[in-house]
């Protein structure tokens, strides 16, 4: 052991579950890009997400990783749907207040799915089990497998998503409606139908999160709350829109978390990531890639 | 080629076009002039299907085309290149051409035979194939716009002011361009103010006034007429 075994424990802590954040914060990019709405119901993936995940794994007895697959599918076609009932008047014209009804639509649909998991679920708090058991050994610190693994997954399913965002015809086609909706009319692409695509999109991010998530926190029907709010945070700090800013952004909020945990308090853990933005904006009121937009 | 009849629309309350009627031959350039704010743009958006019409019909190649969504008229054939840059300024040059090729995506073949059709055409967006098109000075990005609206083999192309904003040396190019396409049998139905510039090249024109046409008549004999045409918009 050594002195500073501790803190490179938190930083490595930091970035683990920064990565994790990462895939919230994206998601929430990817939506504010290309529907142009903030999405207050980001949370409420997360924890369905998670409760997936954990039905598979828990009640059903499969491995972990298989209820990750089964709460993104989940979450990506429940997202697609929600997207198709309640968002779509937006975008025809319907709509005179369009900032007001998307706000009122996601905020209320997050009310719903909280309680409709309280009544479905009950308010009691759930332990997933670890995504695969033991610990790694590197000398100065030890790890949990179970974490390190998250993480690997974690980033694995941003690079994929970035692979999509910008290498796929989907990606080119919904960077370009993020810019440009009429004109994306004009190439041919359906922008409505690429809406619902791309909220699906966010709200599987989210979810995958969750189920990440849930076998290190534990899994009730407002765990969403608080990770919805930092990755809000993350994405006002790395400027709405920015897909690095997302990204950054979440590995910064996860480092100066864990930094704030070893150094002052972890009673104050959630707080951290307030102070970050308040400083950042502070000097770069347009956030970290201020002006930047949905480009890599 | 495309018959637009007794149109009617607007924007909210406010209606623009009056049962305006007028259509555009095949393989010819129509053109529309008017003073600013007779809703010339306004009429492209209808036809294109940006603004709803609440009245008349439009038809292409036969075909009703009112009330379609926007973007379906791209696999139609038909294009439109908008008053203002509309290039995508974060996609690179090869992706804003690559987008101009979504409704036939799958063949990727023919895509890739395109992009080096329109490299050929604009030796300039190959050089620059790789750079984000906002970066580009604003006649290259009209010729991106240009080259992306041929990627599908459009049939119909509609025009708003192709040279707003550019240099009068650009703006010949950009006009040199859109007379070959007309050449090579593409109808074009084309907004222009620059009038003294496009009517030699027309074929017929439309003089739009107040949301109505308000005279037609081919190309040559207009330019006669383009003093006393000219003088009555100013009146009011
Ligand atoms: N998006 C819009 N919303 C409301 N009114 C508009 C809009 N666009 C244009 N108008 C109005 O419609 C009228 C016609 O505009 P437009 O078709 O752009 O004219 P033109 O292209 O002939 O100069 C103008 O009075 C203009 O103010
Ligand atoms: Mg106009």
């Given at each position: 052991m050594n002195e500073l075994s501790p803190l490179l424990a938190q930083l490595v802590n930091g970035l683990i579950i920064g990565s994790i954040y990462g895939l919230m914060a994206l998601g929430l990019t990817v939506i504010f890009g290309v529907l142009k709405i903030v999405n207050f119901s980001h949370g409420e993936f997360y924890m369905l997400g998670a409760y997936a995940s954990y039905f598979v794994s828990?009640?059903?007895?499969?491995h972990p990783v298989a209820g990750i697959f089964v709460a993104i599918l989940a979450t990506f076609f429940l997202g697609v749907l929600i997207e198709k009932a309640l968002l779509t008047p937006l975008y025809e014209n319907k709509v005179e207040r369009k900032d007001e009804y998307a706000l009122l639509i996601t905020f209320g649909l997050s009310l719903f799915l909280i309680n409709m998991a309280l009544a479905v679920f009950g308010p009691f708090q759930k332990s997933a089990p670890a995504l695969t058991g033991g610990t790694i050994d590197l000398g100065v610190i030890t790890l949990s497998s179970g974490k390190v693994l998250a993480a690997l997954i974690a980033i694995a399913l941003l690079l994929i998503m970035l692979f999509i965002i910008n290498k796929t015809w989907l990606g080119t086609a919904l960077r370009a409606i993020s810019q440009d909706r009429d004109t994306s009319a004009i190439m041919g692409i359906n922008a409505k139908r690429l809406g619902s695509i791309a909220f699906g999109l966010g709200a599987c991010m989210a979810g995958a999160a969750g189920a990440l998530l849930g076998p290190v926190f534990l899994v009730y029907p407002i765990m969403g709350t608080v990770p919805a709010i930092k990755s809000f945070v993350i994405i006002v700090l790395g400027s709405m829109g920015s897909i690095k800013g997302a990204i950054y952004g979440s590995l910064l909020v996860g480092l100066v978390e864990s930094l704030g945990v070893f150094f002052l308090s972890p009673a104050y853990r959630d707080v951290y990531s307030f102070l970050i933005l308040i400083l950042i904006l502070l000097f770069k009121p347009k956030g970290l890639f201020g002006g930047a937009q949905w480009n890599n | 080629m495309l018959e637009v009849a007794n149109v009617e629309a607007g924007y909210g309350k406010i209606q623009i076009l009056n049962n305006l009627s007028l259509s555009a031959k095949e393989n010819k350039l129509t053109l529309l002039i008017g003073p600013n704010g007779a809703g010339k743009s306004t009429l492209l958006k209808t036809i294109f299907g940006f603004v709803t019409p609440s009245k008349g019909s439009i038809r292409f190649q036969g075909e009703e085309i009112s009330g379609l969504p926007s973007h379906k008229l791209a696999n139609l054939g038909i294009g439109f290149l908008l008053q203002r840059v509309s290039v995508f300024p974060d996609l690179t040059i090869e992706e804003n051409l690559k987008l101009g090729a979504w409704s036939f995506k799958k063949d990727s073949a023919r895509v890739a035979q395109r992009i080096e059709c329109m490299y050929e055409k604009f030796p300039i967006l190959k050089q620059k194939r790789s750079e984000s098109a906002g970066l580009m000075s604003g006649g290259q990005k009209r010729m991106l716009e240009i080259a992306r609206t041929l990627m599908p083999g459009p049939r119909l192309i509609l025009v708003d002011e192709p040279s707003a904003g550019l240099s009068p040396k650009i703006a010949k190019e950009v006009y040199r361009v859109l007379h070959e396409l007309r050449d090579e049998g593409i109808t074009l139905l084309m907004v222009d103010q620059n009038i003294r510039e496009s009517i030699g090249y027309s074929d017929h024109v439309y003089v739009l006034e107040r949301g109505q046409v308000s005279s037609e008549s081919a190309a040559d004999e207009i330019e006669k007429n383009l003093k006393q045409v000219v003088e009555s918009w100013l009146k009011f």
């Open positions: 828990q009640t059903m007895g499969l | -």
